[in-house]
């Protein structure tokens, strides 16, 4: 397996940073709450401290709260990551996904963006 180089430098590329905050906070629920209208107000802040973690290697989740759902006559717990850590791993898959969807077959395609399940 080839290793690929200068992932870092890709991950904390404003553009992909900036790009990862817009998709976290696409929609107006998203944009309204609490959280959201504080990302919003402090968005270059934010993006150059994820961007500064992530570079020096100390970024780390900082937890996540659950909640219970019921679906389907089933009950669920999910487990829900803050924003701002949402932000630096969709930046961060953002990137790696891009570097292994050269690798996979031409026949996988499950959970694979833009191929479907069969």
Do not use: C, P, W
């Not at 909640?67 to 932000?87: A, C, H, N, T, V």
């Not at 790696?96 to 399940?117: C, E, F, N």
């Amino acid at each position: 397996m080839r290793r690929e180089g200068y992932i870092i430098e890709e991950i904390i590329e404003y553009s992909n940073m900036s790009e990862a905050f817009d998709s976290v906070l696409r929609g107006t629920g998203r944009k309204r709450s609490r959280q959201g209208r504080f990302l919003l107000a402090h968005r270059e802040k934010i993006i150059a401290e994820l961007t500064a973690s992530i570079a020096d290697g100390s970024f780390r989740l900082g937890g996540y709260h659950e909640r219970e759902i019921e679906e389907y006559g089933k009950k669920r717990i999910l487990q829900i990551l803050s924003m701002k850590d949402r932000i630096a791993v969709f930046a961060i898959m953002n990137v790696v996904d891009r570097h292994l969807q050269k690798r996979y077959i031409r026949t996988t395609g499950a959970s694979i963006k833009r191929r479907g399940t069969h």
